[in-house]
């Protein structure tokens, strides 16, 4: 803290001018902060992360080189690659404060998706990603919606909107599966059946208010 002797004042601020008058401010007492400092801790996590991202290339680069080294028909190295980029994006969703937690799980939950089917595409496919790792994102999904309505019950029907997005979500393994990329459909009928009945329950069961939210969201009078 420090105090203007011309006018008068004690400043808690970290200056050395009175804002008033200009003058020279002198110390009165050093006032603990009762609070951390925000932007500091934040500084400071952005720089770990950053650290952990260039150990990360650099780890990366020497599994390749080892790998291809030691090649004997399996890219190992690719698995540990984009199990490091994923480590690195949860870090860096955890720190956005631009985005809320229901963007942050959806990104997190297509990030790890796409990634298995990447590590089954550089593998070899055998189509076991598609098969079992898409279909239980969206089962996946729907279960975490199911555990936000209920936490946040308040507000449940604002979940509807991606209700509606997993149930879009589960229209693709069928037209991969029309395409012959995707071989068994048994799983991706359960995660299929699984939002459908999520919305339909969530629409009966909400009543007025369920079709209020929708309304609301399509701009529907």
Sequence with gaps: MSRCNQCKLEIKDEVTLCPLCKCV???SQDVENMYPDVRLISKRLHLWVRIYAFAAIVAETLLMYLNYKTFEG???SVVTGVVLFYVFIVFRLALKD??????????????????IILIDVL???????LNY?????????????????????RNWQSYMMIELLAILWSALPFILHNMGYLTNINMSLIACAYSVFLFLGTLIIGGRRALTELKRRFHVR
């Design 25 to 27: 401010l002198e110390k």
């Design 74 to 76: 399996s890219l190992w």
């Design 123 to 129: 593998t070899g496919f055998d189509g076991w990603s």
């Design 133 to 153: 790792f898409l279909p239980g994102g969206i089962i996946l999904l729907n279960t975490g919606i199911v555990a936000m309505m209920w936490i946040n019950w």
């Design 98 to 115: 631009d985005f809320e937690y229901v963007t942050k799980t959806i990104m997190l939950i297509l990030t790890a998706i796409l990634g």
